[in-house]
């Protein structure tokens, strides 16, 4: 971007400056009072954004983390608050980097441990141990109103699980 070092470019974006409600970067939060959606864990270096229909990008690059949480809080009445909801995953998500790498305490995040494999989606890990987890379990498919074929999906899912080697004695239930 106009031939500036792409780390200076970087610095300049999310380098806290302090405004009359705690601190932000340009275009960024950092910790304000609307910063609930950060949770606990997350380093110094993290910045972020809650968005007014309940979406929350949380970078964090002291940890390696990008905490992105998709929800729709305005459905149905307009009323609905998630940013809590979303401080509470975040922290969950930090600590669970950061107690890998043995920090103790919360806001001081150790550094994060080095990548030994590949990681993979909770299906991934379902598939990779053959679906033993839901052996004998009833999994069920839940959806909104915008899945009228709940049903078609849940065959989809079933016929996708049972090619993939799924345990013999497990069952996936559509709940439209």
Request: charged share 25%.
């Amino acid at each position: 971007m106009w031939g500036w070092p792409v780390c200076l470019i970087q610095k300049a974006m999310t380098a806290p400056r302090p405004v009359s409600t705690g601190l932000r970067a340009l275009g960024w939060d950092v910790r304000t009072g609307y910063s609930t959606s950060r949770g606990e864990r997350l380093s110094d270096r993290a910045f972020g954004h809650g968005g007014f229909t309940g979406t929350v990008l949380w970078i964090d690059p002291g940890l390696d983390l990008f905490f992105v949480f998709l929800s729709n809080r305005v459905h149905p009445d307009g009323k609905g608050a998630v940013n809590r909801l979303a401080g509470r995953i975040a922290t969950v998500a930090a600590a669970a980097i950061d107690d890998r790498a043995g920090a103790a305490s919360p806001g001081k995040p150790g550094k994060p441990a080095p990548a030994t494999s590949r990681v993979l989606t909770g299906l991934d890990v379902r598939r990779r141990d053959r679906f033993v987890q839901l052996e004998g379990e009833r999994v069920g498919l839940i959806t909104n109103q915008t899945s009228r074929r709940a049903g078609r999906l849940a065959g989809r899912a079933a016929s996708f699980v049972s090619k993939r080697g799924a345990a013999p004695k497990e069952r996936l239930t559509g709940l439209p």
